[in-house]
């Protein structure tokens, strides 16, 4: 039977994480699926161990490094729905979360849908939500920043993504940036509020080990979609954009680049705010927490939300 939807998972050398990425799909509810790992060349043996996995709809395709936006292309072109949806190798789903966001988009007749998405740590421990954007002004803040987010938040449809010519491969990190910014427009969104995604944050993330790399690919995105940007009377990247560029450098030890980065902030934005966040990055992580807003507690409802990841280690 063909399934109704097509689970791509891009990995290279991560068995551990992608074991636990491939037991969150498999354990997705209501849903005929398929689950094509598209292992970029691993030199352990994380293609045996997934091609070992007893269960029918796990189907590995094996091709030489390339990237892992080949890696997501090439699993789209393998896929046998006509949904896909996209998964991470270091991330997590609910159980329910491919059902909720299948029925949203047939509620609103939809070629794209996301969800929000909580940020944990390495062990899965709750750090913060990032909240899906309106789906009526998706494209107008995904022009600030990439507000989709991760990728293991989207289901497209197969047809869409391969219309607006796949991930770019020249590109690493902003290859989902530059992907949401050709498939959204002129095309309906579809968003579910409830965090049905774990977004891990670990020293191997991608930005923190090369923040420079992610400014090259950003300045090529700059140039590729300034037609885009002009039409909306804006330019790509908005404060929030600048400021996770700050964090990143932050978060990977770079103190003299994330308060560079916080003061370029201060300035393009007149944000006092960040002037501040310059001076205290310097301090260490002391100064920085002391500046920071205390987070506001969860309450009940959005805790029963995201209890589902203590299950999921």
């Known amino acids: 039977m063909t399934p109704e939807l097509s689970v791509v998972i891009p990995?290279?050398?991560r068995w551990p994480l992608l074991q636990r990425a491939l037991a969150s799909a498999l354990a997705q509810r209501d849903v005929e699926l398929e689950v094509l790992v598209v292992d970029d060349g691993s030199t352990d043996d994380s293609a045996e161990r997934a091609e070992a996995v007893p269960d029918a709809r796990v189907r590995v395709l094996r091709q030489p490094r390339g990237g892992v936006a080949?890696?997501?292309?090439?699993?789209v072109e393998h896929a046998a729905a006509a949904w896909v949806a996209l998964l991470d190798d270091d991330d997590v789903w609910a159980q329910?979360?491919?059902?909720?966001?299948?029925?949203a988009l047939a509620a609103r007749?939809?070629?794209?849908a996301y969800t929000s998405a909580v940020v944990t740590d390495a062990a899965l421990a709750f750090k913060r939500v990032l909240p899906a954007p309106d789906p009526d002004r998706v494209l107008a803040t995904l022009l600030g920043s990439n507000t989709i987010g991760t990728p293991s938040s989207v289901i497209a449809s197969r047809e869409a993504l391969l219309a607006s010519g796949g991930f770019d491969p020249s590109l690493s990190v902003l290859a989902d940036w530059d992907m949401w910014l050709r498939l959204c427009p002129g095309r309906r969104a579809a968003a579910c509020p409830e965090p049905l995604v774990a977004y891990v944050e670990h020293d191997a993330n991608l930005h923190v080990v090369d923040t420079g790399a992610v400014l090259r690919e950003f300045a090529v995105l700059r140039r590729r979609h300034s037609g885009l940007a002009a039409?909306?009377?804006v330019k790509l990247g908005d404060v929030d954009w600048w400021r996770w560029i700050a964090s990143s450098h932050r978060r990977a030890g770079r103190r003299p680049q994330a308060a560079l980065a916080y003061l370029g902030v201060a300035l393009r934005f007149r944000s006092g705010r960040d002037?501040?966040?310059a001076l205290a990055v310097l301090g260490g992580e002391r100064a920085m927490r002391r500046?920071?807003?205390p987070p506001s507690p969860p309450d009940a409802q959005r805790r029963r939300e995201w209890a589902w990841i203590e299950g999921s280690g």
């Open 11 to 13: 990995s290279r050398n």
């Open 70 to 75: 080949a890696a997501r292309n090439s699993g």
């Open 96 to 103: 329910d979360k491919c059902r909720r966001q299948l029925d």
């Open 109 to 112: 007749d939809a070629q794209i």
């Open 231 to 233: 039409a909306h009377g």
């Open 275 to 277: 002037v501040a966040r």
């Open 291 to 293: 500046l920071a807003r």
